[in-house]
């Protein structure tokens, strides 16, 4: 009875042990900042940005790893839920990435007019560890009426997982 637990103590103890590849860097992240709004009756805004690798496949070509970026307000804020809304934001958001293990830099550029201020973008950055800069101008129905500007930054592993 002692041989067969011991064996199992040593093979449970080795499983903790076992090479394997270690990520330092998360595969997403998320923080939100908090800006004045263009509107100057309203309240700060507050807007979640999100980064992370993805995995995406055209026409069931091969896979390919990319960084996505998100920005909104989060689902909780009253702002988000408001479908009848007449007054909209004008949303410039500029995305600056650089991919430490390539080299590879770029630029990604959304813009977008809704009831929230929201933009994003897909980018093929290539495998690797991914530092990326987020730049969002809002403003009052168009990004230079009133503009207010916010910045996040993040860095994430973008690889693919198969």
Sequence with gaps: MRKIFA???LSVAMLGVMPGVAS???????????GPSPYPWESP???GVSG???EESVDQGPVVAKLAVNVQPPTTDPLYSQQFRLLTFG???EIR???TATGMSGTAVSDKSLQYPAGGAVIDTGIGTVEYTVIVTVGAFVPQINPQTVTASGVVQVDVRR
């Design 97 to 99: 990435w650089r991919n």
């Design 45 to 47: 805004l507050t807007l």
């Design 24 to 34: 330092a860097n998360p595969t997403s992240t998320y923080t939100t900042v908090t």
């Design 52 to 54: 992370s690798g993805v």
């Design 7 to 9: 064996a199992v103590v």
């Design 91 to 93: 949303t410039h958001t």
